[in-house]
């Protein structure tokens, strides 16, 4: 016979489901992590958590078909069941029993079961599957947290307050007398930077100066391979001593640009990519190259740590970038604007300085097949545009050994570019 508060419907069923299954998930590790045994065991285990998670489920479903009161107190109850444990366990007095975490988990689960039973059935799981994670990965977070320098702690948080509160309230688009400003894009270039500077100094940590610039530069130049440049030819004039670990970096980041828009214009039109691939070989192949040479045997130079009180994020450095790279657009949107687009790769090469991506999609949008050539070479004199664009970043900018391998590097993935386009029809 049909409930009189919800129906009798698989939906129900789904929703109690995903509820318990929450539950359970929680109960089987904190049964194998030993929590709920022992002298010092806590008060929920496997089919503890089961039934938590089915209570939540329940108070949910109460409270979407209009009985709020009722879920309210079945909430309400497992709420106080694990508080009530808690201070059971926490009047034992050892280090141990004040250890809230299964408490606390418990919580956890009644609440996702309550979001299970209201419907976010999605919702409720994939947060279920993260608490999991994070209770079976105990040891692990706290050695990661514990290797964490104060310096580091600090460019996080500050990282967080510029993602989350600076960026959504800045406007897409602001209209200037020399052209369309766009703060929240240059933003993004900011994070993009700092998010490189900070991912550089862990790499850095991890593996080693030498391979950590790398590494960072390959993982950077999957986002932008431009950002990688400007970021690591700044960071050449600060210390020219370690220009042939930045010259990895960049020369890494160049050459994951290559597989990139392969892979972007595969995706978007086989078409294309395939009339493309021949153009993008050889660069990538001298890329290659280089990136093996720069790491194998210019090792870097031994610098002295850096201060606690420089913050990895190098805010200040990123916000100059930002600044000139969004000089550079209104530059590129001024020329195109009184000159005009004088053809296809006339504007491939104003466009793929700044964006190969954007170009790169643009390109892939014709259903014409006989265009497919035309734009595969279009999206090669982007790159070509967007190649010289790094090297006069590398000139300009950068010092030492990291203006000598850069330029050399580039201008041979350059040169192997060119030659494809104007050798291969």
Not at 197 to 221: K, M, Q
Not at 249 to 272: M, Q, S, Y
Not at 317 to 323: E, G, R
Request: charged content about 10%; aromatic content about 6%; overall charge positive.
């Amino acid at each position: 016979m049909p409930s009189p508060v919800f129906p009798d419907s698989l939906d129900t069923a789904a929703r109690l489901a995903v509820a318990g299954l929450v539950g359970l998930a929680v109960g089987i590790e904190r049964q194998r992590s030993g929590h709920a045994s022992g002298p010092h065991q806590h008060f929920a285990g496997t089919r503890t958590f089961l039934l938590i998670g089915l209570l939540g489920g329940l108070g949910g479903l109460f409270v979407a078909n209009d009985a709020a009161l009722v879920g309210t107190a079945l909430v309400a109850s497992g709420a106080l069941l694990a508080v009530g444990a808690y201070v059971m366990s926490a009047r034992r007095g050892t280090a141990d029993a004040v250890d809230g975490t299964t408490e606390a988990a418990a919580l956890v689960v009644l609440a996702l079961g309550m979001l299970a039973g209201g419907g976010a059935l999605r919702l409720a799981s994939g947060a279920g599957a993260l608490v999991v994670l994070v209770l079976a990965e105990k040891r692990r977070l706290h050695t990661w947290v514990n290797r964490l320098d104060p310096a580091e702690m600090r460019a996080a948080l500050h990282f967080a307050v510029l993602a989350l509160v600076i960026l959504p309230l800045l406007p897409a688009t602001l209209p200037s007398p020399v052209g369309a400003l766009t703060p929240r894009g240059t933003w993004i270039f900011v994070l993009l930077i700092s998010a490189l500077n900070f991912g550089g100094h862990v790499a850095r940590r991890l593996v080693g100066v030498e391979r950590g610039y790398a590494v960072t530069g390959a993982l950077g130049g999957v986002v932008s391979s431009t950002a990688v440049t400007w970021g690591f030819a700044r960071e050449s004039r600060r210390d020219a001593s370690m220009g042939d670990a930045y010259a990895a970096g960049v020369i890494a980041a160049c050459t994951v640009l290559f597989p990139r828009v392969l892979v972007v214009v595969t995706l978007l039109n086989h078409e294309v990519a395939l009339a493309a691939l021949p153009y993008l070989v050889a660069p990538c192949a001298a890329g290659v190259a280089f990136t093996w040479w720069t790491g194998r045997t210019h090792q870097a130079a031994a610098s002295p740590a850096a201060s606690s009180e420089l913050s990895p994020l190098r805010l200040g450095a990123a916000l100059q970038m930002a600044v000139a790279f969004q000089l550079v657009l209104l530059l590129v949107t001024i020329v195109r604007h009184r000159f005009g687009d004088a053809g296809v790769y006339t504007s491939a090469a104003l466009f793929g300085a700044t964006d190969v991506d954007a170009l790169a999609v643009a390109m892939t949008r014709s259903g014409d097949g006989a265009f497919a050539a035309v734009a595969a070479r279009a999206i090669g004199v982007g790159i070509v545009s967007n190649t010289v664009l790094k090297i006069g970043v590398a000139l300009v900018i950068g010092r030492g050994a990291f203006r000598r391998w850069t330029l050399l590097a580039l201008t041979v993935m350059l040169a192997a570019l060119v030659g494809s386009l104007v050798l291969l029809p």
